[in-house]
């Protein structure tokens, strides 16, 4: 099928599922573009795919094997959130995972987890999830209030990672956190308020919660914190951007568990 309409039924749907959250959590869909996030995503959680007419013709062998639909390169140009779009998108089935889950992804050689409290920037989201992989995490947990973790712009920032790091969404952080400590994972909270962290400061099985880029933890998530640590910091900079310090943090988790096995 050539779509070369941009009243067409599913390029309405596409750029539904781009730029509504809402329409994104109702339908359990998103959308990943590009051809090395296309090639990332596992087979059995593709719905549909969309080609523009360039695209296809230069790749026949690469779309061996797949369904797809071919959008004329101008319709493309309209649902692509790039300059120079690569001419493949996808839309892709929504992972469920829940706290449990998380829980007993743990490692047995020892764990990392990230709890984000009200983190509000796609980027950062995003970066978050590239480096927890990177960094051997063992999930993500965040709240309900948290950037949509299916914004394009976080999906685009992941690169990839997206397929390979589980996540649950908090409804209930308080809770949700005493269930950590509960399964044996000893909470770190990044806080102003904290001790400087030195080498060896963590344990075995940690979980770091990670706070809004400007106001920091709330104080009911903060509370349930086993304890508060912050960064050292030189010359007049307060605090870091919130990826950056994560990502210090969760290697320093790593580095931890590392000398332990």
């Known amino acids: 099928m050539l779509i070369t309409s941009a009243t067409n039924a599913h390029i309405k749907n596409i750029i539904s599922l781009k730029e509504k959250s809402k329409v994104r959590k109702s339908t359990g869909l998103f959308t990943v573009e590009g051809i090395k996030m296309f090639l990332e995503v596992p087979r059995d959680e593709l719905k549909e795919i969309y080609v523009s007419e360039s695209f296809e013709k230069e790749n026949k062998d690469s779309l061996k094997g797949y369904s797809y639909n071919i959008v004329s390169d101008n319709i493309f140009k309209k649902i692509s959130d790039t300059v120079t779009p690569q001419g493949v998108l996808a839309i892709v089935k929504q992972k469920k995972y829940t706290v449990e889950d998380i829980i007993e ?17 796609p980027g950062n989201l995003g970066t978050i999830v590239r480096t927890g992989e990177g960094a051997g995490i063992s999930g993500i947990i965040m709240s309900s209030d948290c950037a949509d973790i299916y914004n394009p712009k976080v999906i685009r920032s992941t690169m990839g990672s997206i397929f390979r790091v589980p996540f649950a969404i908090s409804h209930n952080l308080p809770e949700d956190i005493d269930k950590l400590k509960q399964g044996g994972i000893t909470t770190y909270a990044a ?5 400087l962290y030195h080498n060896g400061v963590f344990n075995r099985d940690v979980a770091l919660l990670i706070g809004n880029e400007a106001r920091g933890l709330s104080q009911e998530v903060s509370q349930k914190a086993d304890r508060l640590i912050k960064i050292p910091m030189e010359g007049k900079v307060e605090s870091l951007n919130a990826a950056i310090a994560t990502a210090i943090l969760m290697y320093e988790a790593k580095a931890v568990r590392d000398k332990i096995q």
Do not use: A, E, P, T
Request: proline residues 0%; hydrophobic residues 25%.
């Open 105 to 121: 992804k743990r490692n047995k050689n020892g764990s990392c987890i990230v709890v984000l409290d009200r983190l509000q920037d």
């Open 191 to 195: 806080h102003l308020k904290g001790d």
